[in-house]
């Protein structure tokens, strides 16, 4: 059963993140964080402590085969 993305997740102490997939949330040691490198591809942040806009995905297979398309804007709401 899927939780709600509203729903905090169970069991989580610390900071949690939401898969940006799937939509679910979970600890925030539990996903894979994304940024954009300096030539602006996406690249996994290991440590999780890079600058700027991350994209968390959690592991399951399906929510991995969709991130392997997805392309984030590169523009934020608001910005020009």
């Not at 993140?17 to 996406?42: E, P, S, Y």
Request: with cysteine; charged share 30%; aromatic share 6%.
């Amino acid at each position: 059963m899927k939780t709600s993305p509203d729903a905090p997740a169970e069991g989580c102490e610390g900071p949690v993140r939401m898969c940006v997939i799937c939509r679910r949330r979970f600890a925030k040691a539990a996903l894979t964080r994304h940024v954009r490198d300096a030539h602006g591809n996406l690249t996994i942040d290991t440590p999780q402590t890079s600058p700027g806009r991350g994209w968390y995905l959690c592991d399951d297979p399906a929510c991995a085969a969709r991130f392997a398309r997805f392309r984030p804007s590169r523009r934020r709401k608001g910005e020009k």
